[in-house]
């Protein structure tokens, strides 16, 4: 659960929309049912009811409402008094917008290695949904983006690829897959699949994945982040494919079971973008030197390995 989650069930009590609720948060309608059931799947209960066409909270719904409504207040709060702190230097900080898994999974020892080459560097990341990462590029609200398999072609934006993080197959600790160190690809068919959800980029690359191997999966639950997922699994409600950096050591073993593709190589790519319009602060162009001996896309092309 995160704070952005919070939000997003705050608005749409405050709205009683789906639609607005996912116009106010960037991401689409079918993203704020995925994330109200995910909410209902860890509070083990319901959160609303519809009657005639209104939204009504049910009494856990009432009372978790109002925890919802006081966290995102402070977290707005607590943003708006930081940028207007740093707003007057901001041209000497770079900023980053990334998924959730590339932000926290990836792309730390790259700002680690950053801050240890210019002390005193000043690096701040966002976690956004994928489909903020564009618009905050090409807007200037971000100086980079880190997203998992890009799901479409932008003008003026170019994807470096500078990662492939390895997806592995999870399991509950009593499931018969348990104590196994690998599984071929041909067992997965008829597993019971915890996936993300379909809107997802990383969700298309396993599809792609699954379909030329000739792997029809069972699709069990569909959720919209990787720690839920995990928890899904813990529980036993299924297994799922995901990027081998998002599990933590004290989970395997404990509450997961990790296994290996044993005949196939599969891979989730994971970019770097920034605008070719814009100039970089020096800073910024500091941060791109990280990168440098990456072969850089064309101008106004893509690696996308859709």
Same mark, same amino acid.
């Given at each position: 659960?995160?704070?952005?989650?919070?939000?997003?069930?705050?608005?749409?009590?405050?709205?009683?929309?789906?639609?607005?609720?996912?116009?106010?948060?960037?991401?689409?309608?079918?993203?704020?049912? *995925? *994330?109200?059931?995910?909410?209902? #799947?860890?509070?083990?209960?319901?959160?609303?009811?519809? *009657?005639?066409?209104?939204?009504?909270?049910?009494?856990?719904?009432?009372?978790?409402?109002?925890?919802?409504? %006081?966290? !995102?207040?402070?977290?707005?709060?607590?943003?708006?008094?930081?940028?207007?702190?740093?707003?007057?230097?901001?041209?000497?900080?770079?900023?980053?917008? /990334?998924?959730?898994?590339?932000?926290?999974?990836?792309? *730390?020892?790259?700002?680690?290695?950053?801050?240890?080459?210019? $002390?005193?560097?000043?690096? /701040?990341?966002?976690?956004?949904?994928?489909?903020?990462?564009?618009?905050?590029?090409?807007?200037?609200?971000?100086? #980079?983006?880190?997203?998992?398999?890009?799901?479409?072609?932008?003008?003026?934006?170019?994807?470096?690829?500078?990662?492939?993080?390895?997806?592995?197959?999870?399991?509950?600790?009593?499931?018969?897959? !348990?104590? +196994?160190?690998?599984?071929?690809?041909?067992?997965?068919?008829?597993?019971?699949? @915890?996936?993300?959800?379909?809107?997802?980029?990383?969700?298309?690359? @396993?599809?792609? #994945?699954?379909?030329?191997?000739?792997?029809?999966?069972?699709?069990?639950?569909?959720?919209?982040?990787?720690?839920?997922?995990?928890?899904?699994?813990?529980?036993?409600?299924?297994?799922?494919?995901?990027?081998?950096? /998002?599990?933590?050591?004290?989970?395997?073993?404990?509450?997961? $079971?990790? $296994?290996?593709?044993?005949?196939?190589? #599969?891979?989730?790519?994971?970019?770097? @973008?920034?605008?070719?319009? +814009? %100039?970089?602060?020096?800073?910024?162009? +500091?941060?791109?030197?990280?990168?440098?001996?990456? %072969? %850089?896309?064309?101008?106004?092309?893509?690696?996308?390995? +859709?």
């Amino acid at each position: 659960m995160n704070i952005e989650t919070l939000k997003v069930f705050r608005d749409l009590l405050d709205t009683g929309s789906f639609s607005k609720t996912a116009d106010l948060n960037y991401i689409s309608q079918s993203a704020v049912s *995925q *994330q109200i059931k995910k909410l209902e #799947f860890i509070l083990k209960c319901n959160l609303y009811s519809r *009657q005639g066409g209104k939204i009504i909270l049910t009494p856990c719904g009432k009372k978790f409402y109002e925890a919802a409504q %006081k966290v !995102a207040s402070v977290y707005e709060g607590a943003l708006k008094d930081i940028r207007a702190i740093g707003k007057g230097h901001s041209d000497d900080e770079v900023k980053i917008s /990334s998924i959730y898994s590339a932000g926290v999974y990836i792309i *730390q020892g790259y700002i680690k290695q950053f801050i240890a080459a210019n $002390h005193g560097a000043r690096i /701040s990341v966002e976690y956004r949904q994928f489909s903020q990462i564009y618009s905050d590029i090409t807007s200037g609200r971000a100086d #980079f983006g880190f997203m998992a398999c890009p799901y479409r072609r932008a003008p003026g934006l170019a994807m470096l690829p500078v990662a492939n993080d390895e997806m592995v197959l999870i399991s509950g600790v009593n499931s018969p897959l !348990a104590g +196994r160190r690998s599984v071929s690809v041909k067992e997965l068919s008829g597993l019971d699949f @915890i996936h993300l959800d379909r809107i997802f980029p990383s969700r298309r690359h @396993i599809d792609n #994945f699954l379909r030329r191997h000739g792997v029809k999966p069972r699709v069990k639950m569909e959720l919209d982040n990787l720690e839920t997922i995990k928890s899904a699994v813990a529980s036993g409600d299924g297994v799922s494919l995901i990027p081998s950096s /998002s599990i933590r050591e004290h989970e395997k073993g404990t509450t997961l $079971h990790v $296994h290996k593709i044993s005949d196939a190589e #599969f891979l989730r790519p994971i970019y770097l @973008i920034y605008s070719r319009r +814009r %100039k970089l602060s020096a800073p910024a162009r +500091r941060f791109m030197g990280i990168f440098d001996g990456i %072969k %850089k896309p064309a101008a106004g092309g893509s690696n996308d390995r +859709r």
